[in-house]
């Protein structure tokens, strides 16, 4: 009975964190930095892996969910093929530059929704006046995979 009780209680509490982390507000990036991320849209629309890979540093890095690192434009390529297809809106909602390096955190989610599905986190650098990417790391906001398993019942 108790976990009966407790299921609205959890499915409110992840409500309100979902609120919270869509309430972040968005920020403005100059427009070199601006052109990467509608790059990258483009690219992850019409799944262009190779496309995507192009916006990287020769020496770059992608962390994609639920696959081994890549590094370099071949091997981040293979990583995400067959990944995109579908119009993605990519928001930043923190943004620091220094030099050749910048760091770019920010949200993504399907074009025209209104909830955010993930979160990135980009290490841009400055090649030959070129904004690239060093670093893309990305993770959902759901819980990927089985459910959680039941609390155990109380003894007794």
Do not use: C, H
């Amino acid at each position: 009975m108790r976990g009966v009780l407790m299921a609205p209680v959890l499915a409110a509490a992840l409500n309100i964190v979902r609120a919270a982390a869509q309430s972040l507000p968005s920020v403005s990036v100059p427009p070199e930095v601006d052109r990467v991320l509608r790059d990258y849209e483009k690219a992850w629309a019409a799944n262009d892996a190779r496309g995507l890979a192009a916006l990287f540093a020769e020496d770059g890095m992608a962390l994609p969910s639920n696959q081994p690192p890549a590094r370099g434009r071949d091997s981040i390529a293979k990583a995400y093929s067959g990944g995109g297809g579908m119009p993605t809106f990519l928001r930043v909602i923190d943004y620091r530059a220094s030099g050749d390096l910048a760091t770019v955190v920010g949200a993504y989610g399907p074009a025209g929704q209104a909830l955010d599905a993930g979160k990135f986190v980009l290490v841009l650098r400055k090649v030959d006046g070129r904004w690239l990417i060093a670093a893309d790391i990305e993770n959902a906001n759901m819980r990927m995979g089985p459910p959680p398993r039941p609390p155990p019942k109380p003894a007794g």
